[in-house]
């Protein structure tokens, strides 16, 4: 996408409307996409890459497939994944469940990739935050609207 269009969507993107209306509507877009396109496409990741977590439910113990955005690492040896919840006040359901059960999978470019999920903190947080935000700035201004420090997790394949 030319800069002119991801300044455009990443300004957008960094509004309250669309933290109101994007949680409801980006992940059922996403699932829609990646199953008619047996698994090959995410219509998010044509602006950031990504990917379907299947992770397991912290209470219910069920799989649960949620479509997110990514940073990928070391050559898809890993993943950073923020749980910004697009600026909302809690944390993200899919953080609970990889606290819960770290291993996981993701679907990554049409393919199912076994995954274990680390909470990152302290320096090494730091650190991977100065990364996303170069990233997709954003972020930056998710954090400023919530008190809650938005988690980050690091997956690695198994």
Not at 88 to 105: E, K, M, Q
């Amino acid at each position: 996408m030319a800069g002119v269009g991801v300044r455009f969507v990443q300004k957008v993107s960094a509004t309250r409307a669309f933290a109101k209306v994007a949680p409801h509507v980006i992940p059922a877009l996403d699932r829609a996409v990646h199953r008619l396109t047996r698994g090959r496409m995410l219509l998010s990741a044509q602006l950031l890459p990504g990917v379907i977590l299947t992770s397991t439910g912290a209470r219910s113990g069920l799989p649960r497939r949620t479509p997110l955005a990514c940073m990928p690492e070391g050559n898809g040896r890993g993943w950073l994944l923020v749980g910004s919840n697009f600026g909302r006040t809690g944390h993200p359901a899919w953080t609970h469940n990889l606290l819960a059960h770290p291993d996981a999978s993701i679907s990554w470019k049409g393919r199912d990739v076994p995954v274990t999920a680390r909470l990152l903190g302290g320096e090494e947080r730091a650190a991977a935050w100065k990364e996303l935000l170069a990233f997709w700035p954003p972020y930056a201004t998710y954090q400023a609207r919530v008190e809650r420090e938005i988690r980050i997790f690091r997956l690695l394949r198994k």
